[in-house]
């Protein structure tokens, strides 16, 4: 293995071990709300705020319709 792959291996690690400490917060669901890091990997923060926008889009349309 050289050095460089050494060190990939390692952020990967790093990487995953971040991701999985985050995924056990939603185990644990407090009825308001979690808060949750979002490490800038992948596409993850883009798609959450996808996710974050329908939300914010349907609660609008729900007021609208009140």
């Not at 490490?39 to 729900?62: A, C, H, S």
Request: charged share 25%.
């Amino acid at each position: 293995m050289t050095e460089q792959q050494l060190q990939q291996g390692q952020e990967l690690k790093r990487i995953i071990a971040t991701l999985e400490s985050e995924l056990e917060k939603f185990n644990n669901a407090n009825p308001s709300g979690i808060n949750v890091y979002l490490p800038n990997v992948g596409t993850l923060i883009e798609r959450v705020k996808i996710d974050f926008i329908k939300q914010l889009e349907l609660y609008k349309q729900k007021f609208k319709e009140l």
